[in-house]
């Protein structure tokens, strides 16, 4: 049940920490970077439902190259601030097989979805994989996979907005926040 209060006090308690323009000059960087690489590559672009769904959005206008597009769909945070066990809603499809994927989701945290992503789509057999994340969160811990493309580094806190849930909330800020 959508609960207005909850949502006000959630931006109450938390910090921009990346303005729209910020957010926005990230995305251009990426794209020109991803340009370089794969431009001639005819790569098929997977975005990973539901927090790529922003950052896919205003990506792929920034991208002057053929390309196919298609999404895979896995969760392990649901509403929850701590990750949990992956669930596939939507598996790659066979067209992987032979191609260039290029993977995108809004953060890489602990790496686990893209570690996870990689592994069966390398299965299905594509040529090649990359990986780009809008965030890559700054953690402890080491990662199972770095991505090869990344908007900004983000600090070791739960981030929201540009696509990132909290508690379901709040994925359309055109910047991002965290709980404070
Ligand atoms: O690197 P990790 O620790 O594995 O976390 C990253 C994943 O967590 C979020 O997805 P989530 O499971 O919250 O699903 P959602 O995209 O539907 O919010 C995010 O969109 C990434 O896919
Ligand atoms: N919204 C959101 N989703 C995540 N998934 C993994 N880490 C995060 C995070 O900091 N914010």
Redesign the pocket.
């Known amino acids: 049940m959508p609960n207005l209060a909850e949502a006000q006090a959630i931006i109450e308690n938390s910090d921009v920490l990346f303005s729209a323009e910020e957010v926005s000059a990230a995305a251009d960087r990426m794209a020109a970077a991803i340009t370089e690489k794969l431009g001639g590559e005819y790569p098929l672009v997977l975005s990973?439902?539901?927090?790529?769904v922003v950052f896919t959005g205003q990506l792929l206008p920034r991208l002057m190259f053929p390309l196919d597009f298609d999404y895979v769909?896995?969760?392990?945070?649901?509403d929850?601030t701590h990750?949990g066990e992956?669930?596939w809603r939507t598996a790659p499809k066979e067209d992987v097989k032979d191609r260039v994927v290029l993977v995108l989701?809004?953060?890489?945290?602990?790496?686990?979805?893209?570690?996870?992503i990689r592994d069966k789509v390398m299965e299905m057999g594509a040529k090649a994989f990359y990986s780009g994340?809008f965030a890559n969160?700054l953690i402890d811990q080491a990662?199972p996979i770095a991505a090869d493309f990344v908007g900004i580094d983000v600090p070791n806190r739960y981030v929201f907005g540009y696509?990132?849930?909290v508690r379901g909330i709040w994925?359309n800020l055109p910047e991002i926040r965290a709980l404070k």
């Open positions: 990973v439902m539901g927090g790529a769909h896995v969760s392990r945070y649901g929850k990750g992956l669930v989701d809004d953060i890489l945290d602990e790496g686990h979805t893209m570690a996870a994340v969160k990662k696509g990132m849930d994925r």
